[in-house]
């Protein structure tokens, strides 16, 4: 068997994972059956496109709030905690300290996001 050698690690959102394994599907006309589950799995759980996922982690990369991290903006673009609660549960087996304030200011720039969401349901 071949040895595989990892070029880069780069973390990606949901969306992106969905919209990768439709590329796969697309071009090979059929995926494997533990690619079909993955695909089943994120039919029910994506909330957003990955075009409005990427509009999100831009909005919170603007933020410019220290110590916040890529894998840390892709699992709120996941998620999209709704309050405070929902936001540290997030970060709570993470070393990285956010201070109160920047918690709101996230909290508020995924706000339109959610809402976005609850109404096409």
Known sequence: ?????????APISLSELKEKIHEVEA??????????KVKDYLNKIVKLDMKTASELKQKLL??????????????????????????????????????????EKIVEAVKPFTQKQKSKK
């Open 62 to 103: 603007s933020l410019d709030i220290p110590r916040l991290k890529d894998r840390q903006i892709i699992k709120i673009t996941d998620i999209l905690p709704e309050d405070l609660e929902e936001l540290r549960a997030i970060f709570m087996g993470e070393v990285t300290t956010i201070t109160q304030e920047n918690l």
């Open 1 to 9: 068997m071949a040895s595989i050698k990892l070029m880069q690690e």
């Open 27 to 36: 071009r090979d006309n059929e995926i494997s059956f533990r690619a079909n």
